[in-house]
Each structure stands twice: as C-alpha cells, then as structure tokens.
C-alpha cells in the first residue's frame, strides 16, 4: 500500500508531526462538518477533518509513534476528542473510538504543509445544527461543483435545500434590534460565556473600517449598523487554528462581556499603551506577533479572540464558532455583516478562496469586499 507522508507542525512549532494518508483515497473527499459540538469547541464556524493512515508519527523517522505529551486531550463525546497544540493552541488531531474499540485518527488540514491536491468537499453535514445554514451557504460549490447540505450526516440522508433557514430565525431575522440587545456566545465545556452587544455609532469615534451599513439588496433596515465578519485566509490564523479558513466577527471591545465578571474581556489602559489589556479568566494566551494575542479556552481549547493591544480603535475578534445558534443563527447575521475574505494571496489552495467568494456574492448578492463602509 503505498503512502503520501505530510508535515503538520503548529505557529510555535512545539509541534511538528508527520501524517500519511493511503496514495489510492486522494483526493480524500472529506465532509465540512457543521455540528454545535465542533463549532463550540474550535471556535470556528466549520470543521473538515481527513483520516489519516494512523497515529502521528515523529518527523522524519521510521515511522515511530510520535510523543504527544505537547498536545492536550479535549473529549468533545464520549468517543470523539480533539487534540490541539498545548502553546500556540493550534488544533492538530480529532479521534474517533469506533464500537470495537479501535481508535481512529484524523488530522485538521490547517496544520499541513500542503493540501493542494489532496482533498475536496464531499458535502455539508449537520447543518440543521446552525439554525440558518451557517457557513454551508458560504461555500456552495467547492472546486466548482454544488454539494448537498444534509440535516445531519449523509447516512442519514435527508437534505436541506441551499439558503435554508429554520422557522425560529426567520421570524428572528425580520425583527429590529433594540439599542441594548445582546447575544451570547460560549465555548463547548462553557468555561468561556460572553454577551456580545450590537454595534451602535457611538461605539467608537473611528469605526470606519469595521462596522457597515446594512446590505440593501438581502438585510432588512431596520437592522441598522451592523459589524463586519470575514473568513481570513492568513497563515498565522491558518497555523493557530488548525483550519484551513478562520473566521472572525469583529466587534467593539466594550461591547464583548465576560457573563462571569459582567465586565469587558478586554479592559481600556489607562496608560495609553498598549491600549488595551485582558480582563477575562479561563483563556489561554499566545502571543502570535508583538502585542497581537490569541485567547483560547484553557480548557476545551476552542479559540475566543484575536486582539492587537496596539489598535486603539478597540475592537476585538471573536471566533463565531461560539456564537450561540438557537438564539439568532449561526451566523447571527442582525448583528454581523459577512463582507469579505482576509488575506487571499496566504491561501494554500486558491481555489477555496474563488469558490467562498463566488458563494458569498451569490448568497448576498454583493461581491466580496465592496460593501459599503460608514
Ligand atoms: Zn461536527
Ligand atoms: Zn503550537
Ligand atoms: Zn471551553
Ligand atoms: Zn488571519
């Protein structure tokens, strides 16, 4: 049986593996998996896992069975764990306990050397779970091809039609927000509980860049302003979150409360610099470049915030995977404007960055990247 062996190693490098997947399965046709459990616990609004031949082995070996006392264990069931990097919080590994005991493995593409080549996009799964759709109305074609999006897994085989939306956030959506409306946001073991209130204009002076008027062609108006969300494609977010697309919703830091403390995650300085400084328990931090911070669960090791301690405008990016679903959508999308994609050029295959754009300006009727700014 002849093999392909690929490098998986993290931001910090605290990590670095060799996986290998079985020559006659590529491209592995994995499924984009949109369940509460692997969005709780990633922080990201989607997982794609790909089986691999076994378990991790050290680089450059002879395919001994690698030390893995640097990754930390998260059961997200009580046959299923993720395991991610225990420094840079970057997520490596899912396993699978099938009912004969036998341990399965597979590997968070985010983290390999290369990918072209090596997997497309079977379907979407359990995107009933995500209440609107979530990111499977994002990517409708994957390569160029329109995949189905199942109510749950495609042994069980009913589909959802494509721009599909529960009864609950339908009514939801045509509804305005008032001034002090929340939401919230939690991790998959719930030691991260945030409310997130809407963007106002007196938020900040200088919001310019980050929160939008409401898109005319698809949102209703009363909505009013709304912040922006994007699926980045750079390679610090790819190597600290382990997927191969990081989403992000960009909020104004005042208006992220920890429910635990009822403060801000994120304390102003008085001092003036850095501007901001972290004000949450139960994250774990990494420094990704000067002053630039990742916040993980410390815990389940679902990835909470990205913040620059220097941007004195006081936004804060939150990973939407926490977001909670059954209240406004995945996407929560009265309080979110999905405008575009980060950092196309760092992609690892170009062909996923064309086909969520393409997607985006199909479902929104606006392309990527043009909507308008305050
Ligand atoms: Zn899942
Ligand atoms: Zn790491
Ligand atoms: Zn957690
Ligand atoms: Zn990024």
Redesign the pocket.
Do not use: G, K, L, S
């Given at each position: 049986m002849s093999t392909i062996t690929i490098k998986a190693e993290c931001h910090c490098k605290s990590n670095a593996f060799d996986v290998c997947f079985l020559a006659s399965s590529l491209p592995i046709s994995a499924p984009m998996?949109?369940?509460?459990?692997?969005?709780h616990s990633t922080g990201q609004i989607f997982?794609q896992c790909l089986p691999i031949q076994s378990a991790p082995l050290t680089p450059n070996d002879t395919g001994n069975f690698a030390d893995l006392q640097y990754l930390q264990q998260y059961q997200t069931t009580s046959a299923s764990s993720n395991w991610f990097c225990k420094k840079c919080n970057a997520f490596f590994f899912a396993t699978f306990q099938d009912s004969s005991g036998l341990l399965k493995w597979s590997v968070f593409p985010g983290i390999l050397e290369k990918i072209e080549g090596l997997f497309t996009t079977a379907h979407h799964?359990?995107v009933e779970e995500t209440c609107d759709g979530g990111k499977a109305d994002h990517y409708r074609r994957p390569h160029g091809v329109e995949v189905l999006h199942y109510q749950t897994t495609s042994t069980d085989g009913s589909v959802l039609p494509m721009n599909w939306t529960n009864e609950h956030v339908s009514d939801v959506f045509i509804q305005p927000l008032a001034d002090d409306a929340t939401f919230n946001a939690y991790c998959h073991c719930g030691s991260i509980q945030l409310t997130i209130g809407r963007p106002l204009k007196h938020v900040q002076p200088n919001d310019g860049p980050f929160a939008v008027k409401p898109n005319p062609v698809s949102i209703q108006p009363q909505h009013g302003l709304r912040y922006q969300a994007a699926h980045c494609f750079c390679t610090s977010c790819r190597v600290t979150s382990g997927s191969t697309i990081t989403s992000w919703g960009f909020a104004a830091a005042n208006h992220v409360i920890d429910r635990k403390t009822s403060k801000p995650a994120l304390a102003f300085n008085p001092e003036g610099s850095p501007f901001f400084v972290k004000n949450i328990e139960g994250t774990n931090q990494y420094e990704s470049s000067p002053n630039k911070f990742r916040e993980s669960c410390a815990k389940c090791g679902a990835h909470v915030f990205f913040w620059d301690a220097t941007r004195p405008v006081g936004f804060i990016d939150v990973a939407p995977g926490l977001f909670d679903q059954d209240a406004e959508g995945s996407r929560v999308e009265r309080y979110f404007a999905w405008t575009r994609t980060l950092f196309d050029d760092d992609a690892l295959d170009r062909k996923v960055v064309k086909d969520l754009r393409d997607g985006m300006q199909e479902y929104y009727g606006v392309p990527s990247g043009i909507w308008p700014e305050i």
């Open positions: 998996c949109h369940c509460n459990a692997c969005r997982t799964e359990f």
